[in-house]
C-alpha cells in the first residue's frame, strides 16, 4: 500500500466517515448542544434501542465515500479536471479503484475508522467467498 494513499484514506474516514457516525451517535445518545437539533434529537431520544441501531446501520450504509471516490477515479481516468494530490502524487493512478480501497478486512474503513466495521467485513467476507466460488480456488489477493 502507498503511504499517500493510505494518508488520503485515513483523512477521508476520519473526516467523512467518523464525523458522520459520531455526530449521528452524539444525535441518539441526546448529547447535541446546539439549538438547531434541540426538537430533532427530542424525537429521536423517543426511539427504541432497535430502532437508533437501524438508524445506525443505514448510516453506515449510505455515507457518500463510494461515490465521491468512484466520481474522483472516473475524473482521473478520463483526464478530467479534478485532480486530488497527497504529497505531490495523484491518489486515483496509485490505485486501480479508489472506491474499492475502502471495502474488506484491510480497508480503509476496518483500518483507520473508530467504529466497528462489523458489517462491512461481514460483506467483505461474502464478496470474497463469492468470488472464490466463481472463479475457484483461494486467491490470497481477494478481499
Given at each position: 500500500m502507498s503511504e499517500p494513499l493510505d494518508k488520503f484514506g485515513a483523512f477521508i474516514v476520519e473526516n467523512l466517515h467518523d464525523k458522520m457516525l459520531y455526530e449521528l451517535e452524539m444525535l441518539l445518545r441526546g448529547g447535541c448542544k446546539a439549538p438547531e437539533l434541540q426538537e430533532l434529537q427530542s424525537r429521536v431520544c423517543t426511539f427504541t434501542d432497535a430502532q437508533k441501531h437501524l438508524i445506525q446501520e443505514l448510516a453506515e450504509r449510505i455515507i457518500g465515500m463510494h461515490d465521491l471516490l468512484f466520481a474522483i477515479q472516473e475524473q482521473a481516468d478520463a483526464a478530467g479536471g479534478v485532480r486530488l494530490?497527497?504529497?505531490g502524487q495523484e491518489i486515483a493512478k496509485l490505485s486501480d479503484g479508489l472506491q474499492g480501497e475502502i471495502f474488506?478486512?484491510?480497508g480503509w474503513i476496518v483500518r483507520f475508522s473508530k467504529y466497528p466495521a462489523r458489517t462491512e467485513?461481514?460483506?467483505?467476507r461474502w464478496a470474497k467467498d463469492q468470488i472464490q466460488k466463481m472463479f475457484g480456488g483461494k486467491d490470497e489477493d481477494v478481499g
Open positions: 494530490l497527497v504529497e474488506g478486512e484491510d467485513v461481514e460483506r467483505s
